[in-house]
């Protein structure tokens, strides 16, 4: 129950950029607000490589600190996958081993070298699977591992995101979208459920948006009027307490945000 009182530092990881931001204050601390960032060089491979090469320069100053850390994903490090219900999938086994084919249609032998994640879901709905290469994870959780500070979660952004949002949005049916530098990735929900996800890789979001949009519309024969919500990974980077999402107009420009209940 003590670590309810901890600080927590979220720490975002992106090829382009690092970040840290203090999310939480333990309650007998008095220091100020901590955030940093650093912009990370490209052309190490495998792509996560520059940033973890950073990361121990990022939490220099709090590496002594007991405290709880969460690190946020790009979507550049992460594959998703829509993993469908079936009554025939009975426990954690079954579960596993449908996750793992539902990547392995898409992406082959790559997914023996990766760690694989399901959201939660009621009864009869399909879940959200993430997969993240394993290497990484043993990475970040070496860094860590010579400090004080404990890692508590490694989450994709399209997770810290969608679940930061979904409560708040009262459609059926809806285009969840989550964009950051040179990715969009784009949710269909259907009945309330997740039923398609795609990531583009993109050079100018505010020329590409509207055709990407289109293009699912028709494909997917969905309802031109559907809602579409935008989020995007610099919300995440920089605010300790995330910020509400943008509602699109037709032609995909931002029209309003929604609000927190």
Known sequence: MLRL????????LHPERISLVRVRRARSSRAGEVSA???IPAGKSPTWQAALDHLDELIAGIRSNKADVEVVLSNHYVRYAVVPWSSEVT??????AMTGICFEQVYGDLVAEWEMRLSHARY????LASAIDRELMQALSDVFESTSLRLAS???CLMTAFNHCREKIQDEDYLFMLDEPGRLCLLQVNNRQCSQIRVFPVVNLADELPGILNREVMLNGLDTAIKKYRYTLE???ENSHLPDMEMLSANAQ?????RSA
Do not use: F, K, M, N
């Open 124 to 127: 009869g709905e399909s879940r």
């Open 154 to 156: 490694v989450q994709p």
């Open 235 to 237: 919300c995440i980077h």
């Open 91 to 96: 426990d954690a086994a079954e579960t596993r």
């Open 5 to 12: 009182w901890r600080d927590l530092y979220r720490i975002v």
């Open 254 to 258: 931002p029209a309003t945000s929604l």
């Open 37 to 39: 960032a650093l912009e």
